[in-house]
């Protein structure tokens, strides 16, 4: 079961001030990837904008670093913070 | 049912950009004791063809996982078996040539520091072990990347004063050699008593016996993140809810330092040593554990009430983080290093943080007097009296203690030694200035204390 692998998820999260396009724009680039969205998330907080989403990248010809350079020259360009992450890390610091 | 945390995502991401969480060190720890040789030549060339045999991909490893986390590997270091163990099987000894053969390694494979350049002396040295610490000086001196360690002392075997005694005088050295430095080779020097062979962090980095093949020991930090913790309690937390706290904080640190060292030791094929859960400071602002009393409310780290502070720091950092990890190991609680802390420097700039105070709060924290610049003129066998306390702490209390401290050449009370970078800066602190002389010069052994009666 490659797919349901935890070190397969990656977790990449957007803010920065709203504005139309930002899901479209990282979406599309996911898309390009060959990224499997499976879950979205956002929100507004202190006047940011927060979007969280939940990819799968087993089935992603590139490797992690390749996809993660994509998303962050996607978020320069829309002035977004990105950070893009495997989601081990929050699913380790957060659980006993 | 939704997948995404946004609460648990905010807050690691905040602790890595906010508050300076990082993994401070993996390090590489590699026994040499299948590298000795009669001729030392032959020895330095095995040395170093399995150092960067087995380093060779360390730095690549901790970039990509850095990459993959998005979390900071702010060191990747080596630590070897002590020299004095591979070197003394040489027909003429030659630790210089041994010292540079590591530095060699150590550039070449890409690591800022590789600890092991030391002896275990607490009973009594071999004269491989003489010879090792009388070349200390100046092996710091010709080279950039090597640490130096000695253990002079144990709660099972006593203090070593004759070693002590060598070790003033070694410290002094180190310092006058590297003058032009602000004395930075006593920076890369530490004296121990009961020295963990398993301590990922510089400079007491090094294999000890009893320890594997090798192994990827890893180091964590994050005082600012403890800071924030507690700041992030209603004002007038008690203590118990305190202490429950800075737990929950060390499992979420100590969990992501166990995370990064057994996929750095899975992809290295080798395997995993422990997790260091000392919380290791830096000159930045906010990186501090000096900063952690003030969130605790003292005025300045040095106030009457830190050494408590730092007690119970240090209790629920091990409580927290012990949790979070199957193999806990090193020196895993509170490090006080003076010139690497910025919250420390300001409270030694200003006076409120003692010489004293410090020998006091060694006796509850991880390790000991650390990166304390002193004046240059402190005669070899006052160093030797200030190793002497420090080791008679650890052996009676049963704990780590070091000594690491630089005499700062043609410095006094009051200037300032600058090193840079993790090392940091310090004012000079004032040491008393009775003669230690009579008492240090007297040679042979403190006995090993008795281990019942406990008062």
Not at chain 2, 153 to 176: E, F, P, R
Not at chain 2, 212 to 231: D, F, M, T, W, Y
Request: charged share 20%.
């Amino acid at each position: 079961m490659q797919e349901n692998k935890s070190e397969n998820k990656i977790i990449i999260t957007v803010y920065g001030a709203d504005r139309i396009g930002i899901v479209a724009k990282v979406a599309n680039v996911l898309a390009q990837y060959n990224v499997n969205i499976e879950d979205i998330k956002q929100t507004i907080m202190q006047d940011y904008f927060v979007m969280f989403l939940l990819g799968d990248i087993s089935k992603a010809e590139k490797s992690f670093k390749e996809i993660k350079e994509a998303i962050q020259k996607a978020g320069e360009e829309l002035h977004m913070e990105i950070w893009v992450q495997k989601k081990q890390i929050f699913d380790k610091m957060h659980n006993i | 049912m939704s997948y995404i945390n946004a609460d648990s995502i905010l807050e690691t991401i905040d602790m890595i950009r906010v508050h300076h969480l990082d993994i401070r060190t993996v390090t590489l720890a590699l026994s040499l004791r299948d590298c000795c040789d009669a001729d030392v030549k032959i020895a330095g060339e095995k040395i170093y063809e399995k150092i960067t045999r087995y380093a060779k991909n360390l730095v690549a490893m901790a970039n990509e996982i850095e990459e993959e986390y998005s979390i900071p590997i702010i060191n990747k270091r080596i630590s070897v078996t002590p020299i004095s163990l591979v070197g003394e099987s040489c027909k003429e000894y030659d630790y210089i040539h041994l010292a540079k053969v590591l530095d060699k390694a150590a550039k070449d494979v890409g690591v800022n520091f590789i600890g092991g350049f030391g002896a275990l002396v607490e009973k009594g040295c071999t004269r491989g072990d003489i010879a090792l610490i009388e070349s200390i000086p100046e092996a710091l001196k010709q080279t950039e990347r090597i640490c130096s360690s000695v253990n002079v002392a144990s709660s099972k075997a006593g203090i070593n004063m004759d070693a002590v005694l060598k070790m003033g005088q070694t410290i002094k050295q180190a310092a006058q050699l590297t003058a032009d430095k602000d004395g930075i080779g006593a920076a890369k020097l530490v004296c121990f008593c009961n020295v963990p062979g398993d301590n990922p962090f510089m400079a007491g980095a090094f294999h000890g016996y009893g320890e594997p093949e090798c192994a990827l020991n890893v180091g964590v930090s994050g005082p600012g993140v403890v800071r924030a913790a507690i700041e992030s309690l209603p004002e007038g937390t008690n203590f118990s809810d305190m202490a429950n706290k800075i737990k929950q904080i060390a499992f979420k640190i100590t969990s992501t330092g166990e995370l990064v060292g057994r996929e750095m030791a899975q992809r290295m094929n080798l395997p995993f040593g422990i997790i260091d859960l000392s919380l290791a400071p830096t000159p930045e602002i906010g990186d501090s554990v000096a900063g952690i009393f003030q969130a605790m409310g003292l005025e300045h780290a040095g106030a009457h009430g830190t050494t408590a502070a730092l007690a119970m720091l240090n209790d629920a950092v091990k409580k927290g983080g012990i949790m979070a990890s199957s193999h806990v190991g090193g020196l895993s609680g509170a490090f006080i290093p003076v010139s690497e802390d910025a919250g420390m420097i300001e409270a030694a700039s200003k006076g409120c943080l003692t010489f004293d105070k410090l020998e006091a709060m060694t006796s509850v924290c991880s390790v000991g007097l650390d990166m304390i610049a002193i004046p240059g003129d402190t005669p070899a066998d006052t160093i030797s009296g200030i190793i002497a306390d420090e080791m008679a702490i650890g052996m009676i209390n049963k704990k780590t203690t070091a000594v690491r401290i630089i005499p700062a050449p043609n410095k006094k009370a009051g200037d300032k030694v600058v090193f840079g970078g993790l090392l940091g800066e310090a004012p000079i602190m004032n040491v008393n200035t009775l003669s230690s002389s009579k008492f240090v010069q007297r040679g042979g052994r403190i006995p090993a204390p008795i281990h019942s009666l406990n008062n």
